[in-house]
């Protein structure tokens, strides 16, 4: 069974920066693309940014381009958000996801995490 878990959410005012992290846990053979999704009130999911297995790409909504920065560690299988200039129209459920391929089937499967709420005060 994998899971991911995210952590980090809260409530800051705008100006502020905070950090998610995800964690991967279960019987994984290998993670590829991980990646930050958000979903606000009334709106469509959408993607934060995503990076590849080795970290050599990473992939940014234009909304989040020079504040937000994602990073993964492999060894530890967690992924990571840093969110600076944090403003109230980054409020949102945060969702991390992972495309991994489990022991159980060795198939190339997308799991998502519960969400971690972030609110961003004017």
């Known amino acids: 069974q994998v899971q991911l878990v995210e952590s980090g959410g809260g409530l800051v005012q705008a100006g502020s920066s905070l950090r998610l992290s995800c964690l991967a846990s279960g019987r994984i053979f290998r993670i590829n693309d991980m990646g930050w999704y958000r979903q606000a009130p009334g709106k469509q999911r959408e993607l934060v940014a995503s990076?590849?297995?080795?970290?050599?790409?990473?992939n940014y909504a234009d909304s989040v381009k020079g504040r937000f920065t994602i990073s993964r560690d492999n060894a530890k299988k967690m992924v990571y958000l840093q969110m600076n200039s944090l403003k109230p129209e980054d409020t949102a459920v945060y969702y991390c996801?992972?495309?991994?391929?489990?022991?159980?089937?060795?198939?190339?499967?997308?799991?998502w995490g519960q969400g971690t709420q972030v609110t961003v005060s004017s």
């Open positions: 990076i590849t297995s080795t970290s050599d790409s990473t």
């Open positions: 996801n992972a495309n991994v391929l489990p022991f159980s089937t060795l198939t190339s499967t997308n799991y």
